[in-house]
């Protein structure tokens, strides 16, 4: 470190502006020009928090020795500025800190202690379901239906607003919690009081929903976390990095001629899924930059949990500073952004930029159209190869090329059945959502009509889209195709994509068709977005329109007709694609910074309905026990200040043996719950018809719901029943073939813990907790996968459940294991550390001959602050009893 200690050290921005605190106070050990974007802001967070109780000067000793390729095995402490939850994770989020004020009560600790200490924003916009489409009231009565279903847990929303200090709610139909994050409450430098002087310092956040990243095409370091370390979070818990392994993506060229940044966000996630980001920050440098919009950064940023990383930031540049205005961003903040970016060395200079661990070159000139599908977004597909992608995933079910176009209304095996503008990934971006209205309205001008079998949408994630879209004549011509606006929320996307045409479904079921999805999305994972479209692509929103008129997917659209004309002639996407310059024209005519101020004057108030919903009284919640939404969870029964000791476990069953690229889709399904399933059950017991079942994710505030739902996906395969699809299991010893519910219900009952095995990247996708939380209440005890991705197994860390890896090379199969033995896992009680090697003894039964097979696994417990958290049972019983303590609780 530098000769004189930089904590404490203050300095001016200049005269009328705030003070910072100088990384140049670090000069001496950090190369800051050098250095990446990432690294500098973690610097600032230690170097500002330092000394003061929680992050101490040896944090700051090992972030400063951060050197390209070096490695290390340091915890960083971050302490983020804010937090952002939207309303599937937000209300579990609520139900918890509520069940932990009156854990606090019973611990003998003040519950009032139990309060945000962080600002927080809650947007709601997971709960809206296209349930009506493709005509002017659509919108109207999505929305009417919205607050039929959901009015109990709104209004839980309302009392935690009342309730919690530092927690603003943003309504129902405002717009997705990305998009509003980037166009309206992100401040990109945020300014504080402390000891009577304004200080200026880095706008930084995590959020309950694993596409918090979109943040960091502002240069706003963000990234998605579990609702658990949410909760710690904002009870004034710092969390811990391991030491920052920084992938630098270093760009040039330009995107050719009808490219758009949807391609090359699915380049970009197919390269760095190749390359293995899982748990590193990418960060974007070079001059190709320079010709790369905001929005279209966003794009990228956005999907940072495709590829995996857990950030993907970009540094600040004037492009930063045009994007601000342009969403109405005071002069006064564009100023202080520009002055603070430039003295604390995060603004980009021309050149190569900053130096990193690893390194990827990507000319941009290298981008062409593409989708990604059918089933991982991942799997990146140029244009042309469309059919041949489909054709690999469905072998032999495709009508021969040349067959008659299908007739109005008829649905065939690549039959696109849905077409949905949806999502923050693409609606944030003017470019390519003017592109989509330019071609709609070509499309419409030679007389082209969507197949009544497809179900369109637009479901934009801010009302500025519906604002600009209308301002610049487009509105109509969507809405002649069937794009009417159907809901400001995530709707498709996340699987609330609603009821097909009743015609459309039988014909599918009949004929057990393999239908497809094609929407501007992020995430097409299996089962996703609706049950009856086994293929789903994500794309642009141009070619989202493109494939509605097409209405199938083995289509070449590079050099097929995607229909005839008015004229009897054939039209050609290459007919309606519109040029660059007719989008920038288009843009620059409908958007300004005015049109942004309007369309957030009011962001927080709601309507008519929102304001008038009842909001509960008291400070501690009153559980309604005949609620089939929200219940007092049992995490915290029976709870005591000081935890059981951590012990062997011995006799574990296997309740599933899953495969490789498990989600927390296939773990937590978050849309429709079927009548037959134990959820669908017990919500009957209950009196709840089907009809009024909703969805699994609107149902995360009541645990009785989502621990019945757990492994609940209808296209989980378990290896344990050969792979049949569902969520199902055997029961050991027996061998008796039940639901997975059930078996777990049974173990727990004879006391006999259980296990789950896993092949790579389990728990990729959503930040879903309710994937650790409802593992942990069917009594698994441990996980061994042969790779996690990084939020699952941070969210099962937190919930007290270990996470365990195989050696590499090593997996269930290799070992010879078949799932029937008996598991205990050895070294727990006496040598439990961070990465320490454990061992499993798996014992077959009688039956199998008694074979005994001992293999030993990584402990993913990563840092030792993670040790404590599995000790003290999990991350909020952890911070519960140091609140219990600090309020005088013994």
Same mark, same amino acid.
């Given at each position: 470190?530098?000769?004189?200690?930089?904590?404490?050290?203050?300095?001016?921005?200049?005269?009328?502006?705030?003070?910072?605190?100088?990384?140049?106070?670090?000069?001496?050990?950090?190369?800051?020009?050098?250095?990446?974007?990432?690294?500098?802001?973690?610097?600032?967070? #230690?170097?500002?928090?330092?000394?003061?109780?929680?992050?101490?000067?040896?944090?700051?000793?090992?972030?400063?020795?951060?050197?390209?390729?070096?490695?290390?095995?340091?915890?960083?402490?971050?302490?983020?500025?804010?937090?952002?939850?939207?309303?599937?994770?937000?209300?579990?989020?609520?139900?918890?800190?509520?069940?932990?004020?009156?854990?606090?009560?019973?611990?003998?600790?003040?519950?009032?202690?139990?309060?945000?200490?962080?600002?927080?924003?809650?947007?709601?916009?997971?709960?809206?379901?296209?349930?009506?489409?493709?005509?002017?009231?659509?919108?109207?009565?999505?929305?009417?239906?919205?607050?039929?279903?959901?009015?109990?847990?709104?209004?839980?929303?309302?009392?935690?607003?009342?309730?919690?200090?530092?927690?603003?709610?943003?309504?129902?139909?405002?717009?997705?919690?990305?998009?509003?994050?980037?166009?309206?409450?992100?401040?990109?430098?945020?300014?504080?009081?402390?000891?009577?002087?304004?200080?200026?310092?880095?706008?930084?956040?995590?959020?309950?929903?694993?596409?918090?990243?979109?943040?960091?095409?502002?240069?706003?370091?963000?990234?998605? #976390?579990?609702?658990?370390?949410?909760?710690?979070?904002?009870?004034?818990?710092?969390?811990?990095?391991?030491?920052?392994? #920084? #992938?630098?993506?270093?760009?040039?060229?330009?995107?050719?001629?009808?490219?758009?940044?949807?391609?090359?966000?699915?380049?970009?996630?197919?390269?760095?899924?190749?390359?293995?980001? $899982?748990?590193?920050?990418?960060?974007?440098?070079?001059?190709?930059?320079?010709?790369?919009?905001?929005?279209?950064?966003?794009?990228?940023?956005?999907?940072?949990?495709?590829?995996?990383?857990?950030?993907?930031?970009?540094?600040?540049?004037?492009?930063?500073?045009?994007?601000?205005?342009?969403?109405?961003?005071?002069?006064?903040?564009?100023?202080?952004?520009?002055?603070?970016?430039?003295?604390?060395?995060?603004?980009?200079?021309?050149?190569?930029?900053?130096?990193?661990?690893?390194?990827?070159?990507?000319?941009?000139?290298?981008?062409?159209?593409?989708?990604?599908?059918?089933?991982?977004?991942?799997?990146? $597909?140029?244009?042309?190869?469309?059919?041949?992608?489909?054709?690999?995933?469905?072998?032999?079910?495709?009508?021969?090329?040349?067959?008659?176009?299908?007739?109005?209304?008829?649905?065939?095996?690549?039959?696109?059945?849905?077409?949905?503008?949806?999502?923050?990934?693409?609606?944030?971006?003017?470019?390519?959502?003017?592109?989509?209205?330019?071609?709609?309205?070509?499309?419409?001008?030679?007389?082209?009509?969507?197949?009544?079998?497809?179900?369109?949408?637009?479901?934009?994630?801010?009302?500025?889209?519906?604002?600009?879209?209308?301002?610049?004549?487009?509105?109509?011509?969507?809405?002649?195709?069937?794009?009417?606006?159907?809901?400001?929320?995530?709707?498709?996307?996340?699987?609330?994509?609603?009821?097909?045409?009743?015609?459309?479904?039988?014909?599918?079921?009949?004929?057990?068709?393999?239908?497809?999805?094609?929407?501007?999305?992020?995430?097409?994972?299996?089962?996703?977005?609706?049950?009856?479209?086994?293929?789903?692509?994500?794309?642009?929103?141009?070619?989202?329109?493109?494939?509605?008129?097409?209405?199938?997917?083995?289509?070449?659209?590079?050099?097929?007709?995607?229909?005839?004309?008015?004229?009897?002639?054939?039209?050609?996407?290459?007919?309606?694609?519109?040029?660059?310059?007719?989008?920038?024209?288009?843009?620059?005519?409908?958007?300004?910074?005015?049109?942004?101020?309007?369309?957030?004057?009011?962001?927080?108030?709601?309507?008519?309905?929102?304001?008038?919903?009842?909001?509960?009284?008291?400070?501690?919640?009153?559980?309604?026990?005949?609620?089939?939404?929200?219940?007092?969870?049992?995490?915290?029964?029976?709870?005591?200040?000081?935890?059981?000791?951590?012990?062997?476990?011995?006799?574990?069953?296997?309740?599933?043996?899953?495969?490789?690229?498990?989600?927390?889709?296939?773990?937590?399904?978050?849309?429709?719950?079927?009548?037959?399933?134990?959820?669908?059950?017990?919500?009957?017991?209950?009196?709840?018809?089907?009809?009024?079942?909703?969805?699994?994710?609107?149902?995360?505030?009541?645990?009785?719901?989502?621990?019945?739902?757990?492994?609940?996906?209808?296209?989980?395969?378990?290896?344990?029943?050969?792979?049949?699809?569902?969520?199902?299991?055997?029961?050991?010893?027996?061998?008796?073939?039940?639901?997975?519910?059930?078996?777990?219900?049974?173990?727990?009952?004879?006391?006999?813990?259980?296990? $789950?095995?896993?092949?790579?990247?389990?728990?990729?996708?959503?930040?879903?907790?309710?994937?650790?939380?409802?593992?942990?209440?069917?009594?698994?005890?441990?996980?061994?996968?042969?790779?996690?991705?990084?939020?699952?197994?941070?969210?099962?860390?937190?919930?007290?459940?270990?996470?365990?890896?195989?050696?590499?090379?090593?997996?269930?199969?290799?070992?010879?294991?078949?799932?029937?033995?008996?598991?205990?896992?050895?070294?727990?009680?006496?040598?439990?550390?961070?990465?320490?090697?454990?061992?499993?003894?798996?014992?077959?039964?009688?039956?199998?001959?008694?074979?005994?097979?001992?293999?030993?696994?990584?402990?993913?417990?990563?840092?030792?602050?993670?040790?404590?958290?599995?000790?003290?049972?999990?991350?909020?019983?952890?911070?519960?009893?140091?609140?219990?303590?600090?309020?005088?609780?013994?």
């Amino acid at each position: 470190m530098p000769t004189s200690n930089p904590i404490g050290a203050r300095a001016s921005l200049g005269p009328g502006l705030p003070d910072y605190v100088p990384l140049a106070a670090l000069a001496g050990e950090v190369d800051l020009e050098g250095a990446p974007v990432t690294i500098k802001i973690l610097l600032e967070n #230690v170097l500002r928090h330092a000394g003061r109780g929680i992050v101490t000067e040896a944090d700051l000793r090992r972030l400063a020795g951060w050197r390209p390729g070096a490695g290390g095995n340091a915890e960083i402490p971050f302490v983020p500025a804010r937090v952002i939850l939207q309303d599937f994770t937000g209300v579990p989020a609520v139900v918890d800190l509520a069940a932990m004020r009156d854990a606090m009560a019973a611990l003998g600790g003040d519950p009032g202690r139990v309060n945000p200490l962080v600002p927080a924003d809650l947007v709601i916009d997971h709960s809206v379901q296209v349930d009506h489409f493709g005509t002017a009231d659509s919108f109207a009565f999505n929305v009417t239906r919205e607050y039929e279903r959901n009015g109990e847990r709104y209004q839980l929303l309302r009392w935690a607003q009342r309730a919690f200090t530092g927690l603003r709610v943003v309504p129902p139909g405002t717009g997705i919690v990305h998009q509003v994050n980037l166009e309206h409450l992100a401040t990109v430098v945020t300014v504080a009081e402390e000891d009577g002087r304004s200080l200026a310092f880095p706008d930084t956040l995590v959020g309950t929903d694993s596409h918090t990243t979109m943040i960091n095409a502002l240069g706003v370091l963000g990234y998605g #976390v579990g609702g658990i370390e949410a909760e710690a979070v904002l009870l004034g818990q710092p969390l811990y990095l391991p030491m920052p392994h #920084v #992938v630098g993506v270093r760009l040039r060229g330009a995107l050719p001629k009808g490219a758009t940044a949807t391609d090359l966000v699915l380049t970009v996630t197919e390269r760095l899924r190749m390359l293995g980001v $899982v748990g590193s920050f990418v960060e974007f440098a070079g001059d190709g930059l320079a010709g790369l919009a905001l929005a279209d950064r966003a794009t990228i940023s956005n999907m940072s949990p495709e590829f995996g990383a857990t950030a993907t930031i970009f540094p600040i540049d004037d492009e930063t500073l045009a994007y601000l205005r342009l969403t109405g961003r005071s002069a006064e903040l564009v100023d202080l952004v520009e002055h603070y970016a430039k003295a604390q060395s995060l603004w980009r200079l021309p050149g190569a930029g900053p130096e990193f661990d690893v390194v990827m070159e990507l000319d941009l000139a290298s981008v062409e159209p593409s989708l990604a599908g059918p089933k991982r977004p991942q799997d990146r $597909v140029p244009v042309p190869q469309t059919r041949a992608s489909f054709e690999s995933a469905f072998p032999g079910v495709l009508p021969a090329s040349g067959a008659p176009a299908a007739a109005p209304g008829e649905v065939r095996n690549g039959s696109v059945v849905i077409a949905a503008i949806t999502s923050c990934t693409n609606t944030s971006n003017p470019t390519v959502m003017v592109g989509a209205g330019l071609l709609a309205a070509k499309a419409v001008a030679r007389g082209l009509q969507v197949n009544p079998a497809v179900k369109t949408s637009l479901a934009p994630g801010s009302r500025a889209v519906t604002a600009y879209l209308e301002r610049a004549g487009l509105t109509a011509p969507l809405a002649a195709l069937g794009f009417a606006l159907a809901g400001y929320g995530c709707t498709t996307c996340i699987g609330n994509s609603g009821p097909l045409n009743e015609a459309v479904a039988r014909q599918i079921e009949e004929h057990g068709l393999t239908a497809v999805a094609v929407l501007s999305g992020n995430r097409n994972f299996e089962g996703r977005i609706h049950p009856l479209a086994r293929a789903s692509y994500l794309a642009s929103p141009p070619l989202v329109v493109a494939y509605a008129l097409a209405g199938r997917i083995d289509i070449d659209l590079s050099s097929e007709p995607l229909g005839v004309g008015s004229d009897d002639a054939p039209v050609f996407l290459a007919d309606l694609w519109p040029s660059a310059e007719e989008v920038r024209a288009t843009i620059a005519g409908a958007i300004d910074g005015e049109l942004f101020r309007s369309a957030y004057a009011s962001v927080f108030e709601g309507d008519a309905r929102w304001r008038a919903l009842p909001i509960p009284e008291g400070d501690r919640y009153a559980w309604d026990a005949e609620s089939t939404y929200i219940a007092n969870p049992p995490f915290f029964a029976h709870m005591t200040l000081t935890p059981e000791p951590v012990r062997d476990i011995d006799g574990a069953r296997v309740l599933a043996w899953l495969g490789d690229s498990v989600t927390t889709d296939h773990i937590s399904p978050a849309g429709s719950i079927a009548a037959w399933s134990p959820a669908g059950a017990w919500l009957q017991q209950h009196g709840v018809g089907p009809l009024d079942f909703n969805s699994y994710g609107a149902r995360r505030g009541h645990h009785e719901v989502m621990m019945r739902g757990t492994f609940g996906n209808i296209r989980l395969r378990n290896r344990l029943v050969d792979g049949k699809e569902g969520p199902y299991t055997l029961r050991f010893p027996t061998g008796s073939e039940t639901f997975i519910y059930d078996a777990a219900m049974t173990y727990q009952a004879e006391g006999v813990p259980s296990i $789950v095995l896993a092949g790579r990247e389990y728990g990729s996708g959503s930040s879903r907790d309710w994937a650790a939380k409802g593992t942990r209440l069917l009594g698994i005890r441990a996980v061994i996968a042969e790779s996690f991705e990084r939020i699952h197994r941070s969210n099962l860390v937190g919930m007290g459940v270990l996470a365990l890896q195989f050696q590499p090379g090593e997996s269930a199969a290799s070992l010879g294991l078949t799932g029937r033995e008996a598991y205990s896992i050895v070294g727990l009680a006496d040598s439990l550390a961070p990465r320490a090697r454990l061992t499993v003894v798996a014992t077959a039964d009688d039956a199998d001959g008694g074979r005994e097979t001992r293999f030993e696994v990584e402990c993913r417990l990563d840092g030792a602050i993670e040790v404590e958290y599995y000790r003290q049972g999990g991350i909020l019983p952890a911070v519960l009893r140091r609140i219990a303590r600090e309020s005088g609780a013994v």
